[in-house]
């Protein structure tokens, strides 16, 4: 089983830049594919990104594309989220999920394990 806690949220003015941690427990961390989603006030989780279990392969929502980079670092149990350039519309309570089997979670209900999440919140 993995367990999964974010951390780096905040607040910060719209251009700026933040970066996202999901440290992950569990032996199965470095056999997980992971994604990051978000959800705010009001709306439905939605996904940001996805990285493979090697990390050879990310995949990012059409909002974030060119701005936000998902990575890992499996020695370290711990994959982030990068993001830059980033817009009222980013603010979010995001989630780190994890899934069992498969190459990427892209949906919500393709997550078997998610992380507390963290607020980041971009002001204008």
């Known amino acids: 089983q993995v367990q999964l806690v974010e951390s780096g949220g905040g607040l910060v003015q719209a251009g700026g830049s933040l970066r996202l941690s999901c440290a992950a427990s569990g032996r199965t961390f470095n056999s997980s594919p992971m994604g990051w989603f978000r959800q705010a006030p009001g709306k439905e989780r939605e996904f940001v990104a996805t990285?493979?279990?090697?990390?050879?392969?990310?995949y990012y929502a059409d909002s974030v594309k060119g701005r936000f980079t998902i990575s890992r670092d499996n020695a370290k149990n711990t994959v982030y989220l990068q993001m830059n350039s980033l817009k009222p519309e980013d603010t979010a309570v995001y989630y780190c999920?994890?899934?069992?089997?498969?190459?990427?979670?892209?949906?919500?209900?393709?997550?078997?394990?998610w992380g507390q999440g963290t607020q980041v919140t971009v002001s204008s």
């Open positions: 990285i493979t279990r090697s990390g050879g392969a990310t």
């Open positions: 999920a994890a899934r069992r089997f498969g190459v990427v979670v892209r949906t919500p209900d393709e997550a078997d394990y």
